[in-house]
């Protein structure tokens, strides 16, 4: 056979036929796993051997099963996820300036989303992080889960201070629950279908069009007067954003209990490699090939083969037969306890790529909210005598610029296809982004205004697709929920620090000037990133 001198020497890993269950695969075997010479250079000793050259072989299995019906309800399901995401942080901007015309202890109704950000804060740590020990499934069932059901309980809520607790519990939901969602759709695509995963941000901002057009009908018609204090706006009178909370909270449950009735996901097979759980990965691969109509590609046989091949006794699941769920967790913790953060930085290039994407992370975590949460106020002030800030005009506005950004990571995902691959592209879009929001501040009418919104948004949309589709790509699944949920973590520390800056600072053009000047901070970062994933299916 061969060792691991002669890994580093051919990219070509012979192992034993296919087999199917039902015998022979009818279009064709797999002979050799196609090694990518890249990736075994560029993640190093961050993963072993065995695991790289398994996870090739069900990239493989992917390849030849093809885009599906599991992958395209796996869209749908985790784009529908995707988009009851963003409920949350469109709906939490949409309800507070209705609330302190009802809640009498409001001192600072930004406190709210201070609230908010300390939840996303520990749910993007523990979620993104936690599943690289206990699945991804989990994690994608809880977070959507959790998140419906305390949106439907602030709806009862009375003060402002049990309405920060449950903001900041529907945080600590909404913080895990795109990282997740976009490492399991990965996880099953093909390598040649993955520009899908940015063209899945359609649905986070499907969603911002749907909080959008729910809160023009609520707030809009069942809303205290603009003038109207807590001494003489009741609760009845101000019933619109609890409607809009109950709704956006009946939508997600539903689509939980939907989901679990209609469609079954398996877990990871790439997770299931990383613990050394073959058997249960063979069964995933071949749970897609027969919802797809296909015959079954892969066999326990095939992944031990390599283990064979390397000189390693083949580890099975025969050892967990008997064990709790408890049990099973706590050797999962345990093994995650030895494969800490240095397992980023295990090479000279992957430490160089980790600690640059999550800079990329935390800038963007800052520039984006703090952009976006100054401007309306700064334009509404600018624009007073033209009723720029009316009800009316302001949701018209959001469902305007909602349905010109669902455009952008459909293009986004056509253009990373191209030479420029991922990093030039995102590099470019967010140089563009950075210059528009310089310009933006020169509108001198509110239709200039508009304008602006709708072509800097979909520019930083565009951006923003690639950016959540590229981290996962660029790190093996064994560490990938660790390098995405501190991504994410520090996304959202920078998006705390804006709503910190938000609360404590006057509104002028000096934080929109900061905050575009990150975006081509950005851009400039993601030109020097080392590795590009396309051409590169993900491990």
Known sequence: ????????????????????????????????????????VFFGSSITDSYRLKSE????????????????????????????????T????????????????????????????????????????SSDFMGRKPAFNMTV??????????????????????????????????????????????GS????????????????????????????????????????????????????????????????????????????PRYLLSKNRDAEAVEAVNYVARFNGKPEPLTLAMLQQIDHSLGIVSQTTDGRKGLTRKQILRENLADFKTANIRSLFATRKLGQ???????????????????????????????VDNSYSSLD?????????????????????????????RRYIMGISSVATGALLFAYTAARSPAASLAFTCVSGFVGNFEYGILFAYTPESFPAPHRGLACGLASTLQRIGGLCAALIGTYTNFTTVPIYVAAAMWIGVGLASFVLPFETHHHAAI
């Open 193 to 268: 279908h993955q520009y899908l995963l940015t063209a899945l941000a359609v649905w986070w901002l499907f969603g911002q069009l749907v909080v959008s057009l729910v809160g023009w009908g609520f707030i809009a018609s069942y809303t205290c007067s603009a003038e109207a204090t807590p001494a003489t706006c009741a609760r009845g009178e101000n019933m619109g954003w609890r409607y809009i909370m109950f709704t956006l909270g009946a939508i997600t449950v539903a689509f939980v209990f939907l989901r679990m009735l209609l469609f079954k996901i398996p877990e990871s």
């Open 145 to 190: 889960l959790f998140g419906g059901v305390f949106a439907l309980a602030v709806g009862s809520i009375n003060h402002f201070v049990g309405f920060c607790v449950i903001w900041s519990i529907i945080g600590t939901a909404a913080g895990g629950n795109v990282p997740v969602d976009n490492m399991l759709f990965l996880e099953y695509l093909p």
């Open 393 to 421: 005009t302001t949701y018209r506005n959001y469902c305007i610029t909602s349905a010109v950004g669902m455009a952008a990571p459909p293009l986004a995902a056509m253009l990373i296809q191209t030479r420029l691959g």
């Open 90 to 129: 469109q709906g939490i901007g949409t309800i507070q300036p209705v609330i302190v015309r009802e809640f009498s202890d409001v001192s600072r109704v930004t406190f709210s989303s201070i609230a908010f950000y300390a939840g996303l804060i520990v749910g993007a740590s523990f979620w993104g992080i």
């Open 1 to 40: 056979m061969f060792d691991e001198k002669t890994l580093d020497e051919s990219t070509d890993v012979p192992i034993v036929p296919v087999q199917s269950g039902n015998g022979s695969y009818a279009n064709g075997t797999i002979d050799k796993i196609e090694d990518d010479p890249a990736n075994q």
């Open 353 to 383: 790529h980790t600690t640059i994407i999550w800079l990329i992370w935390l800038t963007i975590g800052i520039a984006y909210p703090l952009y976006f949460n100054f401007l309306p106020t700064y334009l509404s002030q600018k624009f």
């Open 57 to 88: 072989l069900v990239g493989q299995c992917m390849e030849q099963i093809g885009m599906g019906r599991f992958q395209w309800g796996l869209f749908t399901v985790c784009g529908i996820a995707g988009m009851v995401d963003n409920f949350w």
